[in-house]
């Protein structure tokens, strides 16, 4: 059972529409990040969130943590070309003790032009 | 300033030859974190330093894997008798104490076993 359940696993949508990605799991979170992966490189950290209910934006990115820090979501408005790539998300479980991240299997988003 | 580098880049080797994996972390980020990341996977947990101690290494899938960081900087994940099921991508994180645990993360290196 994966820890972090990303959806939709791909989304393929026209340049100028708008997208959500969903994160969700049944463990809480002490905090949570965003990355974005493009081929050949490794994860590029957009945003982290930390308290319940918390929102962030980033340009035209929007993120949100759950009230119960157990899901997030990533929101795009307008979408462009360079917004393509794996979206990853990561947590750090609370209470577990160790300061690994666990990761969802991320969510690979083309924007046609 | 420089971010996070490993190499090599890329590494083919036969099955059952031994391998070492190179992490250069950002400069005063006292926590390092190996990660593996298979084709249409998110990165899985290997092992994590604090300083030159692994604090945690319950990602290690077996004994053939090990890590070492002996001056609290650099690191080398090392892989005896490799096995085709270790070709993946190995990720190298790393990490200031206290900042929400922020990793940034390197390129990676790409490990083939033939």
């Known amino acids: 059972t994966q820890l972090l359940e990303q959806s939709p696993q791909f989304l393929s949508i026209q340049e100028g529409e708008n997208l959500t990605v969903y994160c969700n799991s049944s463990?809480?979170?002490?905090?949570l990040q965003w990355y974005r992966q493009e081929p050949g490189e490794g994860p590029v950290l957009l945003v982290t969130?930390?308290?319940?209910?918390e929102v962030k934006k980033l340009k035209r990115l929007t993120f949100q943590f759950g009230d119960a820090r157990k899901d997030s979501s990533l929101h795009i408005t307008a979408a462009q070309p360079g917004d393509t790539g794996l979206y990853l998300c990561?947590?750090?479980?609370?209470?577990?003790?160790?300061?690994?991240?666990?990761f969802g299997k991320g969510t690979k988003l083309s924007v046609i032009p | 300033g420089a971010g996070v580098s490993q190499t090599p880049s890329n590494k083919v080797t036969e099955k059952g030859k031994y391998v070492e994996l190179r992490c250069d972390p950002i400069?005063?980020?006292?926590?390092l974190y190996w990660y593996r990341q298979s084709l249409g996977q998110g990165p899985e947990f290997l092992i994590y330093?604090?300083?030159?101690?692994?604090?945690?290494d319950s990602g290690l899938p077996n004994d053939r894997f090990f890590a070492v960081r002996p001056e609290g900087s650099v690191s080398t994940l090392k892989i005896q008798r490799t096995e085709r099921g270790d070709s993946a991508v190995y990720l190298c994180?790393?990490?200031?104490?206290?900042?929400?645990?922020?990793?940034?993360f390197g390129p990676g290196t790409r490990l083939t076993v033939l």
């Open positions: 463990s809480v979170f002490s905090s």
């Open positions: 994180a790393s990490s200031l104490q206290g900042t929400y645990n922020e990793q940034f």
């Open positions: 330093f604090q300083g030159t101690g692994a604090a945690d």
């Open positions: 990561a947590g750090e479980v609370s209470g577990a003790g160790s300061y690994q991240l666990t």
């Open positions: 400069s005063g980020h006292t926590a």
């Open positions: 969130v930390v308290t319940g209910g």
